[in-house]
């Protein structure tokens, strides 16, 4: 039997981190597995890499926003996002990026894929080739049949939309984990998932944890950083 802890969109969150790793502190995991975005909108981004970093079984990939921070530190003009208070976020997060970190997440593919228990397992962020398509549970049946066609895993991991679900189309198993760091369900509480794989068999849980919002507010608010962030991460909502 393979278990495997599967992680998205955490955003610099290193509370909710932590209560994810406290809840599931007596669980062996044969992987730890996160679909990107480990920054911006959060003050812990160097803590939340390093976590990753510090852990042999992670298998990870970048997301859209880590992307951007890498951009950004190349010279790349910032063209989105255009509200302000988001391109605050983003330049705060580079001039605190350590640079160990920054070539950790430079390392990083954009997709993954990984064998457990005999399965092959595939990591994606947002999209699956067609730049700007997210899964949702409601999207279409046919959307994810193509998909099941087009690549050959068995599971497809994915994030961004910060919305946890699971589908099964032909077989095939889709799951998002929600976001661990950021929910935008209106529950605030982390999101994420338990894969596991036995026999060639495939369970998924979803959990919802609380941990210490107020920390991740008053870590904003020490660092001058805009107030609406504060709000949503305590309505579990995406108010921008």
């Given at each position: 039997?393979?278990?495997?802890l599967?992680?998205?969109?955490i ?5 909710a981190?932590?209560a ?5 502190r ?6 730890i ?20 970093r510090?852990?042999?079984?992670a ?5 859209n ?11 790349k ?12 976020m983003?330049?705060w ?14 390392s ?30 409601d999207?279409?049946e ?8 087009k ?6 991991v994915m ?33 994420f ?6 026999s060639?068999?495939?369970?998924v ?10 920390e991740?507010?008053?870590g904003?608010?020490n ?7 504060g ?10």
């Amino acid at each position: 039997m393979k278990k495997i802890l599967v992680l998205s969109d955490i955003h610099a969150n290193l509370p909710a981190l932590m209560a994810i790793e406290n809840h599931v502190r007596r669980e062996t995991f044969h992987r730890i597995v996160n679909t990107g975005d480990f920054t911006v909108y959060g003050t812990y981004p160097n803590e939340v890499v390093r976590w990753f970093r510090a852990r042999r079984n992670a298998i990870c990939i970048v997301g859209n926003t880590d992307k951007r921070v890498l951009e950004i530190l190349t010279g790349k003009e910032l063209k989105k996002p255009k509200r302000e208070e988001k391109r605050i976020m983003y330049f705060w997060t580079c001039e605190n990026l350590l640079p160990e970190n920054v070539r950790y997440l430079k390392s990083l593919p954009e997709q993954q894929g990984f064998t457990a228990g005999g399965l092959r397992i595939g990591l994606f962020h947002g999209d699956f080739g067609n730049k700007g398509e997210s899964l949702w549970p409601d999207s279409p049946e046919n959307r994810f049949r193509a998909l099941a066609a087009k690549f050959s895993y068995q599971v497809h991991v994915m994030g961004h939309t910060h919305v946890p679900f699971h589908r099964i189309v032909d077989g095939v198993h889709f799951l998002n984990p929600g976001s661990a760091g950021r929910p935008f369900d209106g529950d605030p509480r982390s999101s994420f998932a338990i894969l596991t794989v036995s026999s060639g068999r495939i369970t998924v849980e979803h959990f919802r944890i609380p941990y210490s919002v107020e920390e991740v507010a008053s870590g904003l608010k020490n660092n001058g950083l805009p107030y609406i962030y504060g709000k949503m991460y305590r309505t579990g909502r995406k108010l921008n």
